[in-house]
């Protein structure tokens, strides 16, 4: 079993930023990939950003430029830095993490975009 905890949600301003963490703790294997998905009312469950254990990451178009996403594996803990935020940024964002055989999933974090 993995376990992700979430952290660095809120209520921010457009063109605010904010930080995303997740800790993974658990069955962690060596080889793994963690990532950020959201979840917005009515819609499906979208990719954001994902980076497997050796740094190649993958971003959704949306994310492309605005978002960073990094992670330290001594601490099993991955980040989304979130800049520039639009009101279409707005959701539940959830922690991910695979590994050769299993995927988890994190209770998730709102972020909302407002002014």
């Known amino acids: 079993q993995v376990q992700l905890v979430e952290s660095g949600g809120g209520l921010v301003q457009p063109g605010g930023s904010l930080r995303l963490s997740c800790a993974a703790s658990g069955s962690i294997f060596s080889i793994n990939t963690m990532g950020w998905y959201r979840q917005a009312p009515g819609k499906q469950r979208e990719l954001v950003a994902r980076?497997?254990?050796?740094?190649?990451?993958i971003y959704a178009d949306a994310a492309l430029g605005r978002f960073t996403i990094w992670r330290d594996n001594a601490k099993n803990t991955e980040y989304l830095q979130m800049n520039s935020l639009k009101p279409e940024d707005t959701a539940v964002y959830y922690c991910w993490y695979r590994d050769t055989s299993v995927e988890y999933w994190g209770q998730g974090t709102q972020v909302t975009v407002s002014s």
């Open positions: 980076i497997d254990h050796i740094g190649n990451r």
